[in-house]
C-alpha cells in the first residue's frame, strides 16, 4: 500500500498560478503541499520573456484593457472573466512590487511597451526579456519565507483521488519511481499548458496538458480545446529548439519579410505586424508556402531599429541568437509559428472552481473564458496571478479533508519506451490539427492518435504518464475542432473560413462520455 498523508490543500505546479495561490492559502495559516514534476524553475512561468500587461494609470486604462481583452478573443470572450482580470490585476501587479519583483524602470519610472493588438503601452517587463523568471524568482522567494508552505520538486501528480464523486487527493509519483498518496481538504491544478502536444512549440518538456487530463478522467467540464495559440514567430533553424522570438520585438519596431525580402503584413490586417497572433500566425505560413509545396523562409528583420539597443533591450533573445551566429542588428532572423498557449482548458468560474467539487484549476490549465478564442498578448501571467490569488481564497471555504480511504480515478497504464510513440503523437497533431485545419485532416489525426493508442506499452513511469495525458489532450482537441464548424480566433478551418456567430458564438464543453456541447458560460455545475 502507498504511503498516505494529509494536508489542508494541495497545489499541482509552481508556476505564478500556483505559486500565488500557495501563498493566499499559507497567509490564512493552513498547511499547503506544492508538487512540481522538475526543478522549481521548471515551467511555463520562467520561460515568459516579452511581459505582464497591466493597466496601471486608473479607469480609462483598466477599461481599454478590458476592450483589447474581449477584441481580441474574437466573440467568445467571457465578459465577466476579462473584467475581473483587468480590474484586479493592478492589485495584484503591486503586491508583486511589494514583494520585491524587479520590473525594468527608465529614471525611477516603470517602464511599459506594447504588443500586438493592445491599444497603449502597458506591458511591464524586467531584466529585459526575462519576465516570467523574475517573477518566479519573487514568488519563490516569498512562498519561502512562509513555514506553512512545503515544497516538493521532482514529483509528478499522476492521478487525482476521489471520495463520493468529490476529490479528495492525488497520487504522486516520485523520481525513484515510489507512490504515495496526498488526502486535501481540496487540490488546486496549476500545471499549465499542453504545447507537447505539438511538434512544434514554445513550451518546456513538462507542459504535457496533466491537469487537464487528469481533471477529464475524473469527470470535470473541459472547455474550448480547439483553442490553441500559435506564437508566430519562433526561431527556424534546423535542429534547434522554437527558441521564442517575444512580440515585443515587433512592439518596438521589427518588420516580417518573406523569401523575396517583401514585407507582407499589410495583404493580412491593418496593424500589420502587431496584428492579432493568428493572423500574423497563418499569414506567415501562407507566406512560407511556395508555389510548388516547398517550404519559403519568412524573417523578422530589427535591423532598421535604432532608438533602442537590441543586445540591452533583449539580453536573453540575443544571447541565444548569438550561439547560432545570429544578431538582431545585422541579421534577418528565420521565424515560423509553433504552439504556444492554450486558451482552453479545466472549465471553472471566476474563484477557479471546477465542475467537480474540491477541484479547482488557475492558470493556463483552466478555462474561464478570460481569453475567449484568442488570448491578447502578455495576459496570462497576469492571468496566472488573478486567478491563483481568487482560487486561494475560495478554497479557503472547504472543509476538513475525507478521512476515508479514497480510490483512484483512473487505472494507470503500463510501461516501455515511449520516445519515438510522443514524436509520432506531435507531428501527427501538427501536420493534421494545427494551424490550418479541415474535417479530413482532422479525422485522419483522430485515427493517428487511435493507432498510436493501440501501440501503448506495458509498465509504469512518468514519460508514460505523460504520453498517456498528450494522448488524451490530443483526441480532446481534435474533437473539439471537429465539432466547431467555423474559423475564430486561433481555430482556422480551410473547410468552414468564415466565423458563425449564428450558432457557435459559444464555448465548447467536452466531459468523459459525453458529446462536444456549445454553450454559453456561466457558473460551471458543481457536480458532488
Ligand atoms: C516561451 C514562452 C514565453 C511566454 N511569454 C509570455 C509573456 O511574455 N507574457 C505572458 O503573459 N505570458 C507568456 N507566456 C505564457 C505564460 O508564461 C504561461 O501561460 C504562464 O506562465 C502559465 O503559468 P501557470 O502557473 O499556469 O503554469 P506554468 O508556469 O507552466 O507552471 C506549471 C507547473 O506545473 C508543473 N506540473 C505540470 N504537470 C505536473 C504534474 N503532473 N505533477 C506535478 N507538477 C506538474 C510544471 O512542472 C510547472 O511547474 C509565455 C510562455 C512561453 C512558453
Known sequence: ??????????????????????????????????????????????????????????EEDVALHLDDTVN??????????????????????????????????????????????????????????????EIGRSLLRHARSMQEITLREWTTTICLMMHNGAVAGVKLLDKDGELSQVRARAVLLASGGAGQVYS????????????????????????????????????????????????ALRGEGAYLRNASGERFMERYHPLLELAPRDVVARAITREGMGAAGETLPVYLDMRHVTKIDSATRF????????????????????????????????????????????????????????????????????????FGARAAEAMTSETAAPSRTVSPSREMPPLREVADLRSRLQQAMWQKAGLLRDAEGLAAAREEVRAIESENPVGFSRPLVELWNLQTLSRLIVRSAMARKESRGAHFRNDFPQRNDTQLQKHSVVSKGNEVAFVEFSQPQVMV
Request: with cysteine; glycine share 12%.
Open 200 to 247: 512544434d512549440t514554445t513550451n518546456p518538456a513538462v507542459a504535457t496538458g496533466d491537469g487537464i487530463a487528469m481533471a477529464y478522467h475524473a469527470g470535470a467540464e473541459i472547455a474550448d480545446m480547439e483553442f490553441y495559440q500559435f506564437h508566430p514567430t519562433a526561431l527556424s533553424l534546423p535542429n534547434v529548439p522554437r527558441f521564442l522570438l517575444s512580440e
Open 315 to 386: 539580453p536573453g533573445i540575443s544571447k541565444f541568437l548569438g550561439e547560432h551566429g545570429l544578431d538582431l542588428r545585422q541579421h534577418l532572423i528565420p521565424v515560423r509559428p509553433a504552439a504556444h498557449y492554450l486558451m482552453g482548458g479545466v472549465r471553472t468560474d471566476v474563484d477557479g472552481r471546477t465542475s467537480l467539487s474540491r477541484l479547482y484549476a488557475a492558470g493556463e490549465v483552466a478555462c474561464t473564458g478570460v481569453h475567449g478564442a484568442n488570448r491578447l498578448a502578455s495576459n496570462s501571467l497576469l492571468e496566472g496571478l488573478v
Open 1 to 58: 500500500m502507498p504511503e498516505v498523508q494529509e494536508t489542508d490543500f494541495l497545489i499541482v505546479g509552481v508556476g505564478i498560478a500556483g505559486l500565488r495561490a500557495a501563498i493566499g492559502l499559507a497567509a490564512d495559516g493552513a498547511r499547503v503541499l506544492v508538487v512540481t514534476k522538475e526543478a522549481l524553475g521548471e515551467s511555463n512561468t520562467n520561460y515568459a520573456q516579452g511581459g505582464i500587461a497591466v493597466a496601471m494609470s486608473g
Open 72 to 133: 481580441a478573443g474574437d466573440g467568445l470572450v467571457n465578459r465577466e472573466a476579462a473584467r475581473v482580470l483587468v480590474e484586479e490585476g493592478p492589485l495584484r501587479v503591486e503586491e508583486l512590487l511589494r514583494w520585491g519583483t524587479d520590473f525594468d524602470r527608465e529614471g525611477g519610472q516603470l517602464m511599459l511597451t506594447r504588443e500586438g493588438a493592445h491599444s497603449r503601452n502597458r506591458i511591464l517587463h524586467a531584466h529585459g526579456d526575462a519576465t516570467g523568471a
